[in-house]
């Protein structure tokens, strides 16, 4: 039986430390991002990520967006060219996801990813989603902290107000910046617009995101990663397990 009411903590160290422990018990932890609340679960632990699944009611082949600490985290998981490169140094830490190459070694749950190659991966800018990390010592899967087909949510309450008793903590660092889902990109097709728009995206391309013939090749398109919000070896958190593949 779930609890009616989740446990709602104002950001702080000790309210993230309790977020931490219940990421590291294999729970759910609603945490602000920069975007919208996402739902939060250890994205190497595959029963904690059903977890995700299941409090959404949202459909286990709906991939989810992994977060990390930084790119030298998300390199440990997925595979970079040099497109992917060169967005991720300007568009990171922020609202930008990248659907790349998903590496044999990252081991991140089969789950997150719906049995796909690819893994949809981000580097969060908001304190609250970094400190969790950062504490936790775990790359986290986090769609948006809302029922399935619901509006995603850009505050605390509502969060409470979709989830219930679903999600047992949530952190509330009050209302969210965007209050839009990440852009979601696989290699120069735009699956989710977002806060970066094609035009910043083009910028930061090599060849300023033009094919050989002058024509713009950053195209807007639809895939398994297109849905409702929607291995490393971190350092050492609360979960003490640095020196696990994660």
């Known amino acids: 039986m779930t609890r009616p009411h989740p446990l709602i903590l104002p950001y702080g ?110 580097v969060p800018q908001h304190r609250a989603m970094q400190a969790l990390i950062a504490a936790s010592g775990r790359p986290l899967a986090a769609p948006s902290a809302n029922a399935s087909g619901g509006i995603s949510p850009t505050t605390a309450a509502h969060v409470a107000a979709s989830l219930g008793g679903n999600v047992p903590l949530i952190l509330d660092d009050g209302a969210t910046e965007a209050g839009l889902e990440s852009t979601i990109v696989a290699g120069r097709t735009v699956l989710r617009p977002g806060p970066v728009t094609a035009e910043l995206l083009l910028s930061q391309l090599p060849g300023e995101g033009r094919g050989p013939g002058g024509e713009v090749a950053v195209t807007k398109g639809d895939g398994p990663h297109d849905r409702p919000p929607t291995g490393p070896r971190p350092s050492p958190g609360a979960c003490g397990y640095g020196a696990r593949a994660a």
């Open 13 to 122: 160290t000790a309210a993230v430390a309790q977020a931490a422990a219940m990421i590291c018990a294999g729970g759910l932890v609603a945490v602000p991002t920069e975007t919208v609340y996402g739902l939060a679960a250890d994205a190497t632990d595959a029963q904690a990520v059903a977890g995700i699944y299941a409090a959404k009611g949202r459909p286990s082949f709906n991939p989810l967006i992994v977060h990390v600490a930084d790119i030298a985290a998300a390199e440990r998981i997925a595979v970079f060219d040099a497109d992917a490169r060169a967005l991720a140094a300007a568009f990171w830490p922020g609202p930008l996801t990248l659907v790349l190459p998903v590496r044999s070694d990252s081991g991140i749950a089969a789950l997150v990813t719906a049995g796909l190659d690819t893994i949809a991966i981000r």
